[in-house]
């Protein structure tokens, strides 16, 4: 069974500090890796996709790396500003005869002013 | 605006109470989902329909029951609801690319309150 762990499960940090998120999963067999965010009270908003053969992704001030093969994935945030703050969560799809989307708990990430 | 929208955003309900969930897709994706997200909890998948079919059915108690009258539309009816079952209940749709679910795209959610 997928497991998906995200480390930290909260960060706050100062306006401008450079920050990476954690995410790891158990079983190697997926289709791609997906890193959204979660803003209180709201829905999901796709922030990136990593294809399992590919190994980063960049847009904007984020960059989400993808090791497989050690069931590894980080969130790369530039400069960080509070309007960043939000969760974070970490998604595999995963392979076999029932895909599905299977989610770590996220993290809760704090930009102080 | 990711495509995906629900309603209503709040519920707040009582036990012996019968409400339903809507979600409506508008990126003519032809494949639909309902989560739950508890407090502290990873996001949990309840239902996955496909193509109108349902094809995922997580062990999810018969209090919840899902409809799919069409790919745009998802329903979730809910009867003699438990105060565990408090919750976001979250909507997505994905396209189905050669039998594989793709991309999924999130509604905004239904916070739902069980007294």
């Known amino acids: 069974k997928q497991e998906v762990t995200q480390i930290p499960a909260a960060l706050s940090v100062p306006e401008g500090e450079n920050l990476v998120l954690n995410c790891s999963f158990t079983?190697?067999?997926?289709?791609?890796l997906q890193w959204f965010r979660q803003d209180p009270g709201k829905g999901l908003t796709s922030l990136l996709l990593?294809?399992?053969?590919?190994r980063e992704q960049t847009s904007g001030r984020l960059n989400a790396s993808l090791d497989k093969s050690s069931g590894r994935s980080t969130l790369y945030i530039a400069a960080s500003q509070p309007g960043d703050s939000a969760t974070y969560l970490c998604a595999v799809l995963t392979q076999g005869g029932s895909e599905k989307l299977v989610f770590g708990k996220g993290t809760k990430l704090t930009v102080n002013p | 605006e990711t495509g995906v929208t629900q309603t209503p955003r709040h519920l707040v309900m009582g036990m012996t109470n019968k409400k339903s969930l809507k979600c409506e897709q508008h990126?003519?994706?032809?494949?639909m989902y309902w989560y739950k997200q508890s407090a502290k909890k990873p996001l949990e998948l309840m239902f996955v329909?496909?193509?109108?079919?349902?094809?995922e059915n997580n062990s999810v108690p018969s209090r919840f029951s899902p409809e799919c009258p069409n790919s745009s539309h998802l329903f979730l009816h809910l009867h003699t609801l438990q105060p565990e079952d408090s919750a976001l209940y979250l909507c997505?749709?994905?396209?189905?690319?050669?039998?594989?679910?793709?991309?999924?795209?999130f509604g905004p959610g239904t916070r739902l309150t069980v007294l």
């Open positions: 990593i294809q399992s053969s590919q």
């Open positions: 079983d190697s067999a997926i289709y791609n």
């Open positions: 990126l003519g994706h032809n494949a």
């Open positions: 329909y496909s193509l109108e079919e349902r094809v």
């Open positions: 997505a749709s994905s396209p189905v690319d050669r039998g594989r679910f793709d991309t999924q795209y």
